[in-house]
């Protein structure tokens, strides 16, 4: 079966250069933006409200992410929102919530549904952002449940086009290699 694939009435929108390992699923109302990277065993599930991806957004292994559908406890859903320059660690869950432009969420993060994560944080690995909760720009959170821990200096704030340009650069050798993981 293939990597992006429709489900329903949707199929997946892809920028330009963008990479889908063959064994990662893109499915339903999703759209990645340019230079989107997605890597081996992500499962990205718009099946049931929209997801939408940044330019630049790197989303590594075995993370998770979908949406909040729309139903009796919360008519309207979330839907699930990444903007650009994002760097989505290892094992994340993210899950009908909205994520700024240039974020750090670290391996094993999980943020939920209706939390928002402003521009330029960082989210520790392992921490859990609870539903409805807002993470504010500029900060380092961690921790079970996520507490603000320090601003971040400017080198971190640095770090964040750093890292999209080094996974975009890395996305593109796997291009070579491979192709973009995806049969169109």
């Known amino acids: 079966m ?5 489900f329903k009435q949707w199929t997946p929108k892809l920028g330009k250069r963008v990479f889908v390992d ?6 339903g109302d999703v759209e990645l933006g340019d230079d989107v990277s997605v890597w081996p065993q ?3 599930r718009g ?3 929209r997801i939408r991806i940044g330019a630049r957004t790197s989303v590594q ?6 949406i909040t559908h729309a139903g009796p406890f919360n008519p309207d859903g979330w839907p699930l929102i990444i903007g650009e320059d994002v760097t989505i660690g290892h094992s994340v869950t993210l ?9 750090l969420i670290g391996m094993g993060a999980i943020v939920m549904d209706g939390a928002i994560v402003e521009d330029e944080v960082v989210v520790a690995a392992g921490a859990l952002v609870t539903p409805g909760k807002t993470l504010e720009s500029g900060y380092m959170y961690a921790g079970s449940p996520a507490k603000q821990i320090r601003p971040l200096k400017q080198k971190e704030r640095d770090f964040f086009t750093y890292s999209a340009g080094n996974y975009v650069r890395l996305k593109d050798e796997h291009i070579e290699e491979y192709g973009c993981g995806y049969d169109w």
């Open 22 to 27: 063959k064994s990662a699923v893109v499915l």
């Open 61 to 66: 292994d075995n993370s998770v992410l979908h």
């Open 2 to 6: 293939a990597a992006v694939r429709k």
């Open 95 to 103: 899950h009908g919530c909205t994520i700024g432009n240039r974020v």
């Open 47 to 49: 099946d049931m409200h």
């Open 42 to 44: 992500v499962s990205v």
